[in-house]
């Protein structure tokens, strides 16, 4: 399995980036068999959770920080799952990683396949 995110990218505070989150695997790794999360982590800190979604898209959770202004959803035929990132503020500022992993969870530990991260920088 691999992941690729994109979308990364300087912003003013109170705007807005599209994160997404390709998916790619073998036959025996599908898709829409994963859960999948946003962790992001910033500088001189530990990787926290954003936002994770069930293989359905017919779940999701959202750490409180972001409740309200982030939006995870995802494409199971397009093999995507995208974080829509609203009313940025400067802490937000970290790079974020997608992950794949059997279980809709908040905890890094549980999750299997990561990507390389992208960076995002909200300016005040």
């Known amino acids: 399995v691999q992941l690729q995110a994109s979308g990364g990218g300087l912003v003013q505070a109170g705007g807005s980036l599209r994160l997404s989150c390709a998916f790619s695997?073998?036959?025996?790794?599908?898709?829409?068999?994963?859960?999948m999360g946003w962790f992001r982590q910033a500088p001189g800190k530990e990787r926290e959770f954003v936002a994770a979604?069930?293989?359905?898209?017919?779940?999701?959770y959202y750490a409180d920080s972001v409740k309200g202004r982030f939006t995870i959803s995802r494409d199971n035929a397009k093999n995507t799952v995208y974080l829509q990132m609203n009313s940025l503020k400067p802490e937000d500022t970290a790079v974020y990683y997608c992950?794949?992993?059997?279980?809709?969870?908040?905890?890094?530990?549980?999750?299997?396949?990561w990507g390389q991260g992208t960076l995002v920088t909200v300016s005040s």
């Open positions: 979604i069930s293989w359905s898209g017919g779940s999701t």
């Open positions: 992950a794949a992993g059997w279980l809709v969870a908040g905890q890094p530990r549980e999750y299997d396949y």
């Open positions: 695997g073998d036959s025996g790794n599908i898709f829409s068999d994963y859960a």
